[in-house]
């Protein structure tokens, strides 16, 4: 009865299908690259009245998202919860309590891994929550699989009672190709929520215990039904093994189809990572001479077919990551043809200039750096002598020039506690944290109470630009209106910071650099926490918005002096036919070379409206 | 009619190559074949190296290419095509649009853009099959600076016709909606280029 289409999706949007044929019912994450699409995608669907019913919705951070997924799973109804890697560290307090409550219906937890790594500030591998959460974990290979495991996800939740992980890697959640698909289907259940004590609450010891034993029985299921949902597979017959999983799997294949060299190998591609398929593992290794890896990031199957191969006394040579490929970023068909048949391939052995993201033309970014940097300044500081705690965000590529202004970059909402440890160990001068408005919601907020709280002289410099940025534009809670149509509640970040207990507080517009810098040299040394909240919307929303004005040069005035582009670093700014010049079509008009230029030479007129020097 | 056909789309955040990668994507289902793209992304919305990997036909394993091994290499910027050059083998055919994006070091004066003529010749020692467009320029004229990108898969379906035009020109209808027409017409001038 099911219609089947064959459309052309990104792993991430197969994954929201693949979630929205399996009835799915509520849906929260937190952005992070590379998993930000899945719910990016449902929320398209949601708008466009393709479905109805679900939840779907941002969190404020990735450990409120699982246990929204983890209540909506107890009361009986399908739920997903995405993140990056990372962000699963962040959720990682309920996740390891969450197979102890187990669930009623399907919880799939999408945790999205970078190998390289490209986005990302470690390369990390999520596989050993596995072991750690005692929960399952599958791992698709391209997107036709991320459908078809999304939905075998919850059936295998749901015959074990708990939450599923599925990881992938940027090779999956990234890769558009051809997918069928089947029709969705609306969440049909009722909720309801009985009284468990056992199961949902952790604090009688015994119980505890208890559910630890019951936790590891119901482990122990999985892999006969991952045998029964086909999770692993053995292709081939050949005395060469190789071990494969997730987009590594398709390298594998690619690799000794195009050489000829299949009738030679062996190939056991495994879906299920966590608990390691002893069985089917265990007649693999019987049957062939040696065994490859192949696997992002960490070698941890490799690590599990060694001390399996020990157990089982078998002496099979077994070889991955820790012998014959980089330890370090991503595979590729390369790496592997070079293992298998000693093709090597030539890199580009010219040293090519790097081009790392700038911040946008327009980035309100830019204007709180150029406010900061003057203010510090005037506050009898050098620039690079305050140490600038950065946050995740865009504001980030403030390192870069022109500002290279922050010094850390760690973890979300780690500025202002790191600068707290800064003073805590009596660091002598000002210290100032930025952070952006989604990441201080996510996590900042708790290290600004830490801060206050203590009493410690900290600048805070919240640069709120009205979204989450980087990762394409997601909700915070400053919105009101979801792309699903829901009606939200505003939060007034000014008020939320001045509820907390700050006095000196000032909201200043990034646009009006001069504003941030007086700010910045009156605060920066007085007692306690300051804050000065940065607003304005991020330039790519405006620009969507529509612009009401550009910036122009006047050549006549213009002495090529090149203030504009070294103060700001304004992308729109064009040094290249010898000239400064502004690329009109880039320019949004937020007037900050204008107001650095020291000949007057930048002028700003209407859209529509000729140029004129007035 | 080509086994397998990949591509290499290497450019700058922003340039519009994951829409290119998207329309050759659909071009490929309409024509029943099947696709992988794989892509490389900077850590931001714009303004950093982007690479696009497309490869198409009857069966498709990975998404990625081998070095050396891609059929066409589209660079959209001079720098970042060199920067994929890895990819370009001596049967690559190569159309490139030659016009710079500085890198924010270029544009505070940290350093220079490196020389274009340089950039050809790495690019020109790789293959002989290598075609200079000036797609931007061409689109400039049509009104249409969000086209380039199909002035270039235009040169390169009338260098290698790895998917038939029309299943293309469909493609754009499926992919920019409302905003088709003017890339139907740039993609019709690469064509011709």
């Known amino acids: 009865m099911h219609h089947r289409q064959n459309l052309v999706l990104m792993g991430n949007e197969a994954i929201a299908y693949g979630a929205l044929t399996a009835g799915l019912a509520v849906a929260s994450g937190y952005p992070g690259t590379p998993s930000s699409e899945v719910i990016d995608t449902l929320l398209e669907l949601t708008a466009s009245g393709k479905i109805n019913r679900p939840y779907i919705e941002w969190a404020v951070n990735e450990r409120v998202a699982f246990e929204i997924c983890l209540g909506a799973s107890l009361s009986g109804v399908r739920s997903l919860v995405t993140m990056k890697g990372p962000g699963l560290n962040v959720a990682s307090d309920p996740l390891l309590s969450s197979a102890y409550s187990g669930v009623e219906a399907g919880m799939l937890i999408l945790v999205a891994d970078d190998p390289g790594p490209y986005t990302t500030q470690t390369e990390q591998d999520s596989r050993w929550y596995g072991e750690f959460a005692k929960l399952p974990i599958i791992e698709p290979s391209d997107p036709k699989e991320a459908y078809e495991y999304t939905i075998l996800g919850y059936e295998l939740s749901e015959k074990i009672k708990l939450p599923v992980i599925m990881r992938t890697t940027t090779r999956v959640n990234h890769t558009v190709s051809d997918v069928k698909v089947k029709e969705f289907v609306e969440p049909s259940y009722t909720p309801s929520f009985s009284k468990n004590p056992k199961r949902y609450l952790r604090a009688v010891m015994t119980w505890n215990r208890e559910r630890h034993g019951e936790v590891l029985e119901a482990l122990d299921k999985v892999e006969s039904l991952a045998e029964e949902f086909r999770l692993n597979r053995v292709e081939g017959l050949g005395k060469l093994g190789v071990v494969c999983s997730g987009a590594a799997y398709t390298y594998v294949l690619e690799v000794l189809e195009k050489n000829k060299l299949l009738d030679k190998y062996r190939i056991l591609k495994l879906g299920l990572i966590h608990p390691i398929p002893k069985k089917i593992i265990t007649e693999f290794l019987k049957e062939v001479n040696s065994v490859i890896v192949v696997e992002e990031i960490d070698p941890y199957i490799e690590m599990k077919l060694k001390a399996l191969a020990y157990d089982e006394g078998l002496q099979v040579k077994i070889m991955g990551r820790q012998e014959l490929f980089p330890r370090v970023g991503e595979l590729t068909p390369d790496d592997i043809e070079s293992v298998i048949i000693g093709r090597q391939f030539k890199l580009n052995n010219v040293a090519l200039p790097m081009r790392p993201p700038p911040l946008c033309p327009g980035c309100p970014h830019i204007g709180t750096y150029m406010g900061l940097k003057m203010g510090i300044s005037r506050a009898g500081h050098r620039w690079g002598e305050i140490p600038i705690m950065g946050d995740i965000g865009c504001y980030a590529l403030g390192l870069n020039p022109p500002f290279e202004a922050i010094w850390t970059e760690h973890s979300m909402g780690a500025s202002i506690s790191m600068a707290v440890g800064l003073k805590a160990a009596g660091y002598p001068k000002p210290v100032v944290a930025v952070i952006g408005d989604s990441t201080f919601y996510h996590s900042g907020i708790t290290s600004l109470i830490e801060a206050i709280h203590k009493d410690v002289d900290l600048l805070v410099v919240i640069m709120d630009n009205l979204t989450v940025a980087m990762t394409g534009h997601q909700a915070t809670p400053e919105y009101e209106l979801s792309i699903s149509g829901r009606r939200m509640k505003r939060l007034d970040l000014e008020k939320v910071v001045r509820g907390l207990g700050v006095e000196r507080i000032a909201v200043v517009d990034p646009y009006n650099y001069r504003d941030v810098s007086e700010k910045v040299r009156e605060f920066i040394h007085q007692p306690g926490v300051k804050v000065i909240i940065s607003k304005r919307a991020c330039a790519i929303l405006e620009r969507r918005a529509g612009i009401g004005q550009v910036c122009w040069i006047d050549p006549e005035k213009c002495t090529n002096c090149l203030a504009c582009l070294k103060l700001t670093g304004c992308p729109a700014l064009s040094p290249l036919e010898g000239r400064v010049s502004i690329i009109e079509s880039e320019c949004v008009g937020c007037t900050l070379c204008m107001q650095v230029c020291p000949y007057n030479a930048i002028l700003v007129r209407k859209i529509g409206v000729a140029k004129i020097n007035v | ?193």
């Open chain 2, 1 to 193: 009619m080509y086994s397998e056909y990949s591509i290499v789309i290497a450019g700058v955040g922003g340039q519009g190559g994951l829409t290119l990668s998207r329309v050759i994507a659909t071009a490929a289902t309409l024509s029943g074949l099947s696709i992988k793209t794989g892509e490389t992304l900077g850590m931001a919305q714009r303004g950093g190296s982007v690479q696009s990997y497309l490869k198409i036909g009857k069966i498709i394993r990975s998404p990625l290419i081998k070095k050396g091994c891609a059929d066409a290499l589209i660079g959209l910027e001079p720098l970042e095509a060199v920067r994929a050059s890895s990819y370009v083998g001596p049967h690559t055919k190569i159309v490139l649009d030659p016009n710079p994006i500085p890198t924010i070091f270029n544009l505070v004066g940290k350093e220079d853009y490196p020389s274009i003529e340089e950039l050809l010749r790495i690019l020109k020692e790789k293959t002989n099959q290598f075609y200079i467009i000036q797609a931007r320029r061409e689109a400039e004229k049509l009104n249409a600076r969000q086209s380039a990108n199909m002035i270039l898969l235009g040169k390169l379906i009338s260098l290698d016709a790895f998917l038939p035009s029309e299943k293309i020109e469909e493609a754009i209808r499926i992919v920019l909606g409302e905003k088709a027409g003017k890339a139907i017409a740039a993609f019709r001038i690469g064509m011709n280029l």
